[in-house]
């Protein structure tokens, strides 16, 4: 239920754009909870694109763990 | 998000973990977290470590009432469509589940979500569309969106949405277990942001970390939450920084305010918690099943609707018990056939804890 699924938006239609969800699965979801583009990654609950991921700070959020690990080990 | 899977970080951090050597209770209250802990193996690795982590009332369609499913029932008995998620139309209720209706020849339709069922309302005109809106904050909005979007008048919905940060303060205040710290649900935090759960840290001197959903995530905030009790601190921190905002979805905020006002409501297994539910505003009465139909509902007014014979959800969802001390675990009560919703739900941790079964 409140699972929400990662998936890239391909095609804005108004209110809904086209989500590929990767291998091969898209479906249409209601994109008027968020602002979002062509591209950008999104995370999917019920129909409805509830939030945007940001790639950049999953990144950076691995590097902080390694880094935080690495100094609280001292 | 492959790299959220690397084995060897999980590793590093499981050690730290482990070297801490404090016996500690957390609690997160989120299915999709609890699928992730059984699944990977990780709650078995962590109560090695000396932590035990528990579900708590995380599991939207446990938490619904009895009354809830029984209002459902009654009005498809008056020959309305009931729509909702799957999860919960096969939940057992006195006479059976809405899914034993369906057998019986009533309309009940299973949705992905709430524009399914305007869908259905839309294809059928001449009929009534009930849509049983279960859902913490991550789904409330989906409601308030189509509300505000001015759905067919056939459609309407009876609203058993929930609010989390209420529930965790009911948790704190019944005093039943001693908890070191909460793993705060990613999901529904991307709507609500870190502010809403600030008051607990304060009030109650407890640690919390929002967390994401792959194993490294709940290493890592597990991780926070120690390194918060070593350093006596008691504050909300954030692991899930690639979707969740101190702010949170100001969108979704901003028609969740438009379209609900904060009410008092039971949870199964809990007293009435003071604001935890959400009901449609006045205004929108022509969409709320509860106004409209308000005279078939009465009969149900004064009717005490009690929990399963022998089901000890309500333990479970205070984060008492785990699913193996239900003496029906596994015998008479099975996914195929379940008593309590804690086995129907995907996100029910009778249902998690069957399906990873170890032996
Ligand atoms: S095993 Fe079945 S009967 Fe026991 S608590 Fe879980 S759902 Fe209820």
Redesign the interface.
């Known amino acids: 239920?409140?699972?929400?699924i990662?998936g890239k938006i391909v095609k804005i239609l108004n209110d809904h754009a086209i989500v590929d969800y990767g291998e091969g699965t898209a479906r249409e979801v209601?994109i008027?909870?968020?602002?979002v583009k062509k591209g950008d990654y999104v995370?999917v609950?019920?129909?409805?694109a509830?939030?945007?991921?940001?790639?950049k700070?999953?990144?950076e959020?691995?590097d902080l763990?390694?880094k935080i690990?690495s100094e609280?080990?001292e | 998000m492959l790299y959220f899977k690397d084995k060897v970080l999980a590793k590093t951090i499981l050690g730290k973990i482990r070297s801490n050597g404090k016996k500690l209770n957390f609690m997160h209250v989120c299915g999709t977290h609890q699928d992730t802990l059984v699944k990977h193996g990780l709650d078995t690795l962590f109560e090695n470590s000396g932590i035990n982590i528990c579900q708590g009332p995380g599991c939207p369609v446990c938490v619904t009432t009895p009354l809830e499913i029984e209002e459902c029932i009654l009005l498809a008995k008056k020959g309305k469509i009931i729509a909702s998620f799957g999860d919960m139309i096969r939940v057992p209720s006195y006479n059976g589940s809405l899914q034993d209706m369906k057998a019986e020849g009533y309309d009940i339709r299973t949705v992905y979500g709430i524009e399914d069922a305007v869908n259905i309302a839309i294809k059928n005109p001449s009929k009534e569309v009930i849509f049983m809106a279960v859902g913490f904050e991550t789904t409330a909005p989906t409601t308030s969106a189509i509300i505000l979007n001015e759905p067919p008048e056939n459609f309407s919905i009876l609203c058993c949405h929930r609010t989390i940060p209420a529930a965790l303060k009911t948790i704190l205040e019944m005093g039943e277990l001693k908890l070191d710290g909460f793993i705060e649900p990613g999901h529904v935090s991307t709507i609500i942001g870190t502010k809403p759960y600030e008051f607990i840290s304060r009030e109650y001197k407890i640690p919390q970390v929002i967390s994401g959903f792959e194993p490294i995530d709940l290493l890592m905030s597990v991780w926070m939450l120690i390194q918060q009790i070593n350093k006596k601190n008691a504050k909300v921190e954030n692991e899930y920084v690639r979707a969740v905002n101190e702010n949170g979805n100001l969108i979704a905020q901003k028609v969740i305010k438009e379209t609900f006002i904060q009410v008092d409501k039971k949870w199964r297994g809990f007293p009435t918690i003071k604001k935890s539910g959400l009901e449609l505003r006045n205004k929108f009465d022509k969409y709320n099943c509860r106004k409209v139909f308000e005279e078939e509902l009465k009969t149900l007014k004064e009717k005490e609707f009690l929990e399963p014979s022998g089901c000890r959800c309500g333990e479970l969802l205070r984060g008492l018990i785990t699913p193996q001390d239900c003496p029906l675990f596994g015998i008479r009560c099975t996914p195929e056939k379940p008593i309590g919703p804690c086995m129907v739900s995907i996100e029910g941790s009778c249902n998690i804890a069957y399906m990873y079964k170890k032996d």
């Not at chain 1, 008027?32 to 602002?35: A, D, K, N």
């Open positions: 239920m409140c699972l929400a990662p209601n008027s909870l968020v602002r995370l609950h019920a129909g409805f509830i939030e945007i991921i940001d790639k700070e999953a990144k959020t691995l763990f390694k690990l609280e080990g």
